[in-house]
């Protein structure tokens, strides 16, 4: 007999992810692991069995103290792993939007006191405390959508007390949520204010000062750039990046957002584990990440409330044999907490199948934060699912209101509605 202290049973499918190679590429993205009429049985937060219910009735012995739970007929699935994330941060751009709607570019709405600077001042303002409780209740509803483990990136400092300060917060907001919170560095989401006239300057304070710091006290797994124009330039963004490989920490590139900027080949040239936006990139910048083994981070909200005019590239990337996986970009520009409405979206925008999407958001950005036990349903992983009332998976990316009925992390209903 198996002991477990819980048992989710009644269930019309249960989505495992866990056949297969990580991560999924090609027509491997759409291969589920769907066990119909299934059930799952854990013991102290780790899942001990998965299967047909019928067999599991047999084999579980649910212990005096553990719960049943009726699936009411509903669709199990991993919880969600968002791959991208700004969600530290003080204030909010609400005032930006009017702008935007007219048509105001990002250096017209900066000349009128918004843009990432304007969250800058906010967050640079804000006291820990302040932090902690805005930040937490965005985690938190991040959580009742059905995200179990989030990528976290400082970025909103721009100095050296204030970007340690923000990655300090982040094992106190894992605590305070219960989620898994993967810590990434990104002093060089912009050049300091202080810095603008000398942006090699800004870099030598991350290099030599900032770095060092980071990878000594362990306050990061990732160091991620912003390559862009106006932002940081490709020898820029590799002397930063290399520095931090030199450090151990692994390493991410915003590229391709805005303009072709050279961010893409950058990331497939130095191993990074991710690139992330890839608007702009081309076929030949799928190529080299496909070969180069890097994974796409998709952001397909950003794309539709920044860049309506391009659609996030799914289809192409998936078709070039490119790693795919999701995130919210959860920031004030696009301010996104649902995993499922990006999955929506990376459906009907960037023309990914469901099945795709659901893999993009578990096992696939698992593997682009470096939590391989992450995003799927098997005996030995964390018990973190989410339980929809819907008949079937398919029902997910096909619909934008999905929300989860219950959503366990570790075995416990950390997020009941």
């Known amino acids: 007999m198996i002991d477990a202290d819980l048992f989710v049973t009644d269930l019309a499918e249960v989505v495992t992810l866990a056949p297969g190679p990580i991560p999924r590429v090609g027509r491997a993205m759409g291969r589920l692991g769907r066990i119909h009429a299934g059930a799952v049985a854990a013991l102290r937060g780790r899942i001990v069995a998965v299967g047909p219910e019928r067999s ?13 739970v009726d699936g009411r007929n509903g669709t199990l699935v991993p919880g969600f792993v968002d791959a991208h994330s700004h969600v530290l941060f003080a204030g909010d751009r609400a005032f930006e939007l009017p702008l935007k709607v007219g048509g105001a570019s990002y250096a017209e709405i900066a000349r009128a006191g918004g843009g990432l600077y304007s969250t800058v001042r906010a967050t640079r303002r804000a006291s820990d405390a302040k932090l902690l409780a805005e930040t937490a209740a965005r985690l938190e509803r991040m959580g009742r959508a059905g995200a179990t483990t989030v990528e976290v990136k400082s970025g909103y400092a721009l100095d050296h007390a204030g970007e340690l300060r923000l990655l300090r917060l982040i094992p106190r907001l894992a605590r305070r949520t219960g989620l898994r919170l993967v810590p990434t560095y990104l002093g060089a989401h912009a050049v300091a204010p202080e810095y603008r006239a000398r942006p090699d300057a800004y870099v030598d304070q991350i290099v030599e000062r900032t770095l060092p710091v980071v990878a000594r006290e362990r306050l990061a797994r990732f160091c991620d750039v912003f390559c862009e124009p106006g932002f940081f330039t490709v020898p820029q963004s590799e002397r ?23 961010g893409a080949r950058l990331a497939a040239r130095l191993g990074a584990r991710s690139a992330d936006h890839l608007l702009r990139a081309t076929a030949a910048d799928r190529a080299r ?14 794309a539709f409330a920044s860049s309506p005019e391009r659609t996030s590239p799914g289809r192409a990337l998936v078709d070039a044999g490119v790693p795919v996986a999701l995130g919210t970009d959860c920031s004030p520009n696009s301010w996104v907490e649902s995993m499922p409405l990006v999955l929506a979206h990376a459906v009907h925008g960037g023309h990914l199948t469901p099945a795709e ?3 993009a958001a578990t096992v696939n950005a698992a593997h682009a934060v470096g939590v391989e036990g992450a995003g799927r349903i098997a005996p030995g992983c964390a018990a973190d699912f989410a339980l929809f009332d819907l008949p079937s998976v398919d029902q997910l ?18 997020f009941p509605p």
Do not use: C, M, N, W
Request: proline content about 6%; overall charge positive.
């Open 240 to 262: 930063i990046l290399r520095a931090a490989l030199a450090l151990g920490l692994e390493i991410k590139v915003h590229a391709e957002e805005f303009v072709l900027s050279g």
């Open 56 to 68: 599991l009735r047999r084999l579980v012995r649910l212990r005096p103290e553990g719960r049943r």
């Open 397 to 414: 990316g096909y619909r934008f209101d999905a929300i989860p009925a219950l959503v366990f992390r570790q075995g416990k209903p950390d």
């Open 289 to 302: 990440l496909a070969s180069a083994g890097v994974t796409a981070v998709l952001l397909p909200l950003t």
């Open 357 to 359: 999407a659901l893999t």
